[in-house]
């Protein structure tokens, strides 16, 4: 048997057990502080993250055009595009021209002189439109949008009274692109050229 030890030994007192609670308690303390300061500069950090992307070039995908759109340049397009669709036709050329001039290596920009030859055809303009047209055309042979274009560009000889040069872009377009939605518009528009 071993000898009788005191009643007090290997347990706290009571002054020490104080001290450590005190002591664990402000650890925590000072651990929460720490965690809590450490989450918000994370949120400070993730927000300003996300404001200074907003000044960033992106990558964009447009169509079939892959690039980079500076900031502010998906807006401008938009707002350019809403003055057409509203039938401010002057404004929307004003605004696709402006474009076209300021994002030149834009992967809207075929998009933007679609919609500025388009908007010179409404106000008339027959030889500012096709050579808009023509020039997006020739830079972007593949763009989905290139039979539209040139069935405007056939739109603009007709009106100009080049009807032979209407009918042979209409007849390069059912050539070119077999099938489409294009080549089915460029066949009814040749219809009314008969």
């Known amino acids: 048997m ?29 651990f929460q502080a720490t965690a809590t300061q450490r989450i918000e500069q ?45 039938g401010d036709f002057k404004s929307a050329g004003n605004s696709f021209s ?8 834009s ?30 055309i020739h830079a972007n042979p593949t763009h989905p949008k290139v039979p539209d274009a040139m069935i405007a560009v056939a739109n603009n000889q007709f009106e100009s009274g080049q009807k032979d040069a209407a009918r042979k872009t209409l007849e390069q377009v059912l050539a070119k692109y077999p099938g489409t939605e294009g080549a089915r518009a460029a066949n009814n528009r040749l219809k009314t050229l008969k």
């Not at 002054?15 to 303390?29: C, G, P, S, Y």
């Not at 995908?61 to 509203?86: I, M, N």
């Not at 402006?98 to 290596?105: A, E, L, V, W």
């Not at 920009?109 to 439109?129: E, F, I, N, V």
């Open 2 to 30: 071993l000898p009788p030890t005191p009643a007090h030994a290997g347990v706290f007192d009571d002054e020490q057990a104080r001290k450590t609670v005190i002591n664990l308690r402000d650890q925590f303390n000072s």
């Open 98 to 105: 402006s474009f076209i001039k300021k994002y030149p290596q």
């Open 42 to 86: 994370k949120d400070y950090y993730t927000d300003l993250d996300a404001r200074l992307k907003k000044f960033e070039p992106q990558h964009t995908s447009v169509e079939d055009r892959e690039g980079t759109s500076q900031p502010g340049e998906k807006p401008e397009y938009d707002a350019a595009l809403k003055h057409f669709q509203a």
């Open 107 to 136: 992967p809207y920009l075929p998009l933007a002189q679609y919609w500025l030859g388009d908007s010179l055809y409404a106000q008339r303009d027959y030889k500012g439109s096709t050579w808009v047209l023509q020039k997006m």
